[in-house]
């Protein structure tokens, strides 16, 4: 079996999720984890290389994952890395999605490498379900909601703010947007009147919460047009109540056909682990990114790109025949 040379590029939770997946899947082998921190400080039994020494790895990977977070890092990151490695990430930003698709296409396609970006479950799986349900019923209606969970994009986002030491925030689908979209009324709810933002926080000593509070609240692509609460409260309580990582939520879409049946559409998950899930679609996907890269493919590209076939460690023949 030919196997795949992987790279993780950051190691928060989203990249010690990375590390397990790639454990589980036989034709991925990882050769090192990058970081900016000191590389015998992460507490690995993986290769540890500090991230200004990546180019030393210019040859020896086919797949880079990044697994920064899309507030900052991937900024930075993305663009810088696709220009010498062909590259997977979890760009979770929608609304600047077309503006970071640009600059890492510009990149990845003078280098000629491939870089997969923005995937995950959302963006992502909610994505790809959002597309198929637009397509077959498009005399309808598409919602998504998320949660009950922990962002760790929002949480990331957060924890950028001056003076915050620790932060979680959780997205909470309201009730009542769920009923009426299941009941098919045919109505449109507005995404920030389907979800509510409850952040807990953590400040450092001294800092101004009033001057936190209006940050959070009014930060544009995060919170800023969403009904957000702002918690304060102490880090021992964060560590006994607030450690849990899951996540979920779904995708429906609602629509007629024929002479006025209705058809509805749903999408669910329930994660444990939003990291450890997240990473697992990122792994998936490297393998299709290290497949087309390796037929000539360059540039960005999205999940809508990608064959799924090529997500499979199988045939295209025993796909056929264990799961058509």
Known sequence: MERIKVGIVGYGNLGRGAELAISYNEDMDLVAIFTKRDPSSL?????????DNIMDYKDKIDVMILCGGSLKDLDQQGPMVAAHFNTVDSFDNHGRIPEYFDKVNQVAASAHKLSLISVGWDPGLFSLNRLIGQSILPNGKDYTFWGKGISQGHSDAIRRVKGVKYGVQYTIPMEDAINTVRAFDDVDIPVNERHERICYVVCEEGEDQSRIEEEIKSMPNYFAD??????FITEEELKANHGK???????IRTGYTGDGHRQKLEFNLELESNPEFTSSVLVAFARAVYKMASRGDTGAITLFDVPLGLLSPKSMGDLRKELL
């Open 43 to 51: 507490g690995t039994k993986s290769k540890a290389v500090h991230i």
């Open 226 to 231: 969403y009904h957000t609460t702002v918690n």
């Open 245 to 251: 990582m899951a996540h979920g939520g779904f995708v």
